[in-house]
Each structure stands twice: as structure tokens, then as C-alpha cells.
């Protein structure tokens, strides 16, 4: 963490999310994408996700030494989440910067879509509750679901600590 980041809107951390005040509509989304498929969505899915994406986007993983990369990915895909999450895509039309989104990716969305709107039953945006379930194992029986576990949260620091988003559109 760098910090008090004054433009920061919207953090994640391991432990938790943080949406502030004067945040853009769905920001809750980006968070939480980042929170459950950091730490939540299965290594497997995860990687696979995130190679596609990286090859889209001309970036290198494996050559990462500060995970630069990584975090630009990461970043990518919970900002095209979030605009998923705001309808900004229609099922029709989900072409993204002239590609369309893939199969694989659209299934992890809608997936997580489905994690979210049950969290958002709870009335709590803030993960608490899944959060405490997905502990237990409750979302296990899902395909793609996994426990949060100590590597997983020990991997999501050594990545990226912190994931902002900021209302400049500059990732940090
Ligand atoms: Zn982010």
C-alpha cells in the first residue's frame, strides 16, 4: 500500500474492500471481481483467464519481475467486469475494443455475477457473509468455486497488495 491515495475510489486488499465516497456506478463491482476471482475462483480458471488476456493485450507474464503485468491484466479484466456488471455490454454485443469476449471469460462473469447477486441478497457489499461461507467450503460444491486459502491470499499480496481503482482511469 502507498498510502492515503486521494484519487483512489474503490480498494482491495486481501482482507477486505473498500469502496469510497463519490465512487462511479459500479465500482462495487470492480472490487468485489477482484476479491472473488483473486481469492476465490479456482488457480486453474483463474491462469487460464489471465493467459488469454495477457496474449490479447501484448503483455508478458512470465517476464514480470514487479508484476507490472499482472496487475495491468488483473485490472483489465475487473474493469470489463465492471462494465458487464453496468450492462454496458449487452449478451448480443460483447465485442471489447474490437475483440469479443471469450467464452471461458464470459462463463467466469457470469459466474461471479451470480456470487455477487447473492452477496447483494445478503444486503452486504462488503463480502463479509460469502466470504465467511466460501471459508466453509459452502461454494465449494460449485464447479470453479474454491476456499480461500492461506496460498491464495499469500499469492494475491505478493501480486498486488492493494488493487485501486481511481477516477482517472490510472491503474495503480
Ligand atoms: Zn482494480
Known amino acids: 500500500m502507498t498510502g492515503c491515495n486521494a484519487s483512489a475510489i474503490g480498494r482491495c486488499s486481501a482482507d477486505s474492500i473498500s469502496i469510497f465516497e463519490g465512487a462511479v456506478r459500479g465500482t462495487e463491482f470492480h472490487e468485489a471481481f477482484h476479491r472473488i476471482f483473486e481469492l476465490v475462483i479456482d488457480d486453474t480458471l483463474r491462469n487460464t483467464i489471465y493467459k488469454q488476456i495477457a496474449k490479447r493485450l501484448g503483455v508478458d507474464l512470465n517476464n514480470d519481475p514487479k508484476y507490472k503485468n499482472a496487475r495491468e491484466v488483473a485490472e483489465w479484466v475487473a474493469d470489463k467486469f465492471m462494465d458487464y456488471s453496468n450492462n454496458y455490454y449487452t449478451d448480443k454485443d460483447r465485442n471489447i ?65 492493494n488493487l485501486y481503482y481511481e477516477v482517472n482511469g490510472t491503474k495503480l
Do not use: E, Q
Open 97 to 161: 475494443f474490437g475483440i469479443k469476449l471469450p467464452k471461458l471469460i464470459s462463463k467466469a462473469f457470469n459466474r461471479i455475477s451470480n456470487f455477487i447477486n447473492a452477496m447483494r441478497l445478503v444486503g452486504n457489499f462488503r463480502l463479509a457473509n460469502l466470504y465467511v461461507k466460501a471459508r466453509n467450503g459452502y461454494w465449494s460444491k460449485h464447479s470453479h468455486i474454491d476456499k480461500i486459502t492461506k496460498d491464495k491470499i499469500d499469492r494475491f499480496n505478493k501480486l498486488y497488495k
